[in-house]
């Protein structure tokens, strides 16, 4: 099947994202959402992204992630929080 843009979008530098919005898009695989100034993940973000295998939120301004984050995640192989603020 071929695969949409909305696959695999990548918002990097984005200044106006947020985070939110991608709560719709729920056959997303990939998600790459570095260098956004997020400060957080909503709690309830892996639960309406239960399909997502990678997602990276690599330098950004995260300082604390709840263990909701990681609980819906039934398929993510991979998680980036690199370069972030949490201790």
């Known amino acids: 099947a071929k ?3 909305y696959d695999q ?3 990097d ?3 106006d994202f947020v985070l939110p919005h991608v709560f719709y898009l729920r056959n997303l ?9 997020i400060l957080e993940v909503p709690h ?9 295998r990678l997602l990276d939120l ?3 301004q995260i300082s604390i992630v709840g263990v909701s984050l990681c609980r819906g995640f039934s398929n993510l ?3 980036n ?5 949490i201790r």
């Open 3 to 5: 695969e949409s843009m």
């Open 9 to 11: 979008p990548d918002v």
């Open 13 to 15: 530098r984005r200044e």
């Open 29 to 37: 695989k990939e998600l790459y959402l570095a260098h956004n100034n």
């Open 44 to 52: 309830d973000f892996s639960i309406l992204n239960t399909n997502l």
């Open 58 to 60: 690599s330098f950004n």
């Open 77 to 79: 192989k991979t998680l």
């Open 81 to 85: 929080l690199e370069s972030n603020r």
